[in-house]
């Protein structure tokens, strides 16, 4: 069986997978993913976090890492923390407001 | 570059500094992980000894053995764990790196003997050895401004969080600083006159009875009065006002709503408390009025930290927050309490002593220990999350922070808790050794739930429990 074509639907799904363990909700809901960029068989994301100095910085990245990397057709996969524009609760998705019990 | 696929939005940049996956601003979790468990250690031990001697807390406190449970408590349980906290939160907190793990690791051998060998001594009444162990902390605690310090000045962006770290810092020094001036002056230098002319150890003698001397003139429990206040107000106080300008905001997903509010808050602790120190060593009618400086400092704290939680987009609070948040609620009566005694022309009568008590019972176990539980709920998960599955997240299926630990244990111990406070302050109040005890022991069913969680949650380190993915490779390749 050949490995499915890279794009970004597969990713995003892929990404489903890591989940912030503080909040309890993936990071694709929680619209934490602002890109993808595939080169190839590399991968690079573009991701922020709820806030500067969170202390699920590296364990973050390293699950999005992790996901792309269980990927057969990926064999190099980057992330990048961005902080602008900077993460605002009105980039969840419906079930992620459900997740945290979201306010207004 | 033809083949790319990119969806990159276009305004998004990347902040120097901050981009690289393997930059690790923690230090490892062992260090951090030995402070709590000593902390732990001195908390329960502090407990038991109270339960077995509750007239400590129904009479009068200036005796020996009030001093050294307090100093079990304030260093052995609180210091402890909140240095712990600091080397692992400050340079994740403030997007910068420890200056030195190894210093740290000194820090943590010298601290243990310190406080271990003060509360000892304290016991029995032998100030001259206080004074040794006391330098051996003051050592300690010096690598540990020292070293913070240090990693304050990597910070990027200069914030409320970082000032109020700052003066805790200096708060902490001058606290130990006065403590050991104070056992100075409880110590006789009769040995210097048997010392040879010129040997280094006769002068160091003849300038510790100069402090002597000056300490005398002061009037000793005012001077432990503004030991105690530099000590519980400016560094537990001070802490938790700064570390709830980052903790609440990112635990509730809010923010800082009006920075210079939070900023007046800080602020204005510090000037009441300067104020405070100097009119509480001196007996002065001022108390009343830099105690006033403080109330509105922590007034304004108050008013933003309601702000915050009124702007949160999380709507339930969980039982960690709502440990800290209870503990951060009992400033107010704690606060009034704090005006009463401060009344110019208060006599000391036995109920003036026994508020006093209450006073600082309520400060220590209700404000500062509440909180630092409530912290805890939420440190220790993330150090042991952090090394049993930070590197399993992505690949298997792994366990939420919450997974970790008993809720059933973390609210029946929050209600224990809150029993406890008022019950033993009740007591506290009346005098009553017997209902003390009582008070107490609720106190301890509730810590003996933390402990029972502490178990559960390190038990992870032992036994992780993951799971494989419930969207695997394969099922992946059906997209």
Not at chain 1, 17 to 31: A, H, S
Not at chain 2, 5 to 27: D, E, F, Q, Y
Not at chain 2, 297 to 310: D, M, P, S, V
Not at chain 2, 315 to 331: E, H, K
């Amino acid at each position: 069986m050949s490995a499915p074509e890279l794009n970004e639907a597969l990713i995003l799904q892929t990404l489903r997978q890591v989940v912030d363990p503080e909040i309890g909700c993936n990071i694709v809901d929680l619209g934490l993913v602002y890109g993808t960029c595939i080169e190839g068989a590399r991968v690079t994301v573009q991701m922020t976090l709820t806030t500067r100095g969170c202390p699920m910085h590296e364990s973050i990245a390293w699950g999005v890492k992790n996901a792309l990397r269980n990927l057969e057709a990926v064999e190099e996969a980057e992330v990048e923390i961005v902080w602008d524009p900077p993460w605002h609760p009105s980039m969840m998705s419906d079930y992620a407001r459900e997740c945290v019990g979201m306010n207004g | 570059m033809s083949d790319a696929v990119k969806t990159m939005i276009p305004r998004a940049v990347s902040s120097p500094g901050t981009t690289s996956v393997s930059s690790l601003n923690a230090p490892s979790i062992a260090l951090p992980l030995r402070f709590l468990a000593a902390g732990l250690l001195a908390l329960f031990t502090g407990v038991v000894l109270l339960v077995l001697r509750p007239e400590m807390l129904a009479t009068y406190h200036y005796n020996q053995y009030v001093i050294a449970v307090t100093h079990l408590f304030v260093l052995g349980w609180i210091c402890t764990v909140v240095m712990g906290a600091m080397y692992q939160l400050v340079p994740v907190a403030l997007e910068t790196r420890l200056h030195s793990e190894r210093l740290a690791a000194w820090q943590f051998a010298l601290h243990l003997v310190g406080f271990a060998g003060m509360v000892w001594m304290f016991w029995a009444w032998n100030m001259k050895q206080v004074g040794h162990f006391g330098c051996v902390l003051t050592v300690g605690v010096g690598l540990f401004v020292y070293n913070i310090a240090r990693t304050l000045l990597r910070v990027p962006r200069w914030n409320v969080v970082a000032a109020a770290i700052a003066s805790a810092l200096g708060w902490l020094s001058l606290a130990v600083c006065a403590g050991l001036t104070i056992a100075v002056g409880k110590c006789s230098y009769d040995s210097a006159a048997a010392l040879a002319p010129g040997n280094p150890f006769g002068t160091l003698l003849v300038g510790l009875k100069a402090v002597a001397a000056l300490v005398a003139r002061f009037d000793q429990i005012s001077a432990m009065h503004a030991h105690a206040h530099l000590g519980a107000l400016g560094v537990f106080v001070m802490l938790i006002v700064g570390i709830s300008y980052k903790l609440v905001p990112m635990f509730t997903l809010s923010e800082i709503q009006s920075p210079r509010r939070a900023g007046a808050s800080v602020l204005l602790l510090n000037v009441g408390l300067l104020g405070s120190f100097v009119a509480v060593l001196l007996r002065h009618p001022l108390k009343m009025a830099f105690a006033l400086v403080v109330v509105a400092g922590l007034a304004c704290f108050g008013i933003e930290l309601l702000a915050i939680l009124r702007a949160r987009k999380r709507a339930t609070l969980d039982w960690g927050m709502r440990y800290f948040l209870t503990a951060l609620s009992l400033l107010g009566p704690l606060a009034i309490l704090a005006l009463g005694l401060s009344w110019p022309g208060l006599p000391l009568t036995a109920l003036t002593g026994q508020l006093e008590n209450v006073y600082g019972f309520l400060a220590l176990m209700g404000v500062v220990s509440f909180a630092i539980i409530g912290m805890f709920y939420k440190i220790l998960p993330f150090l042991v999350w952090y090394g049993s599955y930070s590197r399993q997240i992505g690949l298997c299926k792994v366990p939420s922070l919450a997974d970790l630990y008993s809720p059933a244990l973390q609210v029946a111990g929050y209600w224990l808790y809150v029993a406890s406070l008022a019950g033993t302050s009740i007591a506290i109040v009346l005098g009553n050794a017997a209902a003390v005890r009582g008070g107490l022991l609720l106190l301890g069913l509730g810590l003996g739930t933390l402990a029972l969680n502490v178990i559960k949650i390190l038990s992870h380190l032992i036994r992780p429990q993951i799971q494989p993915l419930t969207l695997r490779r394969a099922a992946a390749a059906s997209l």
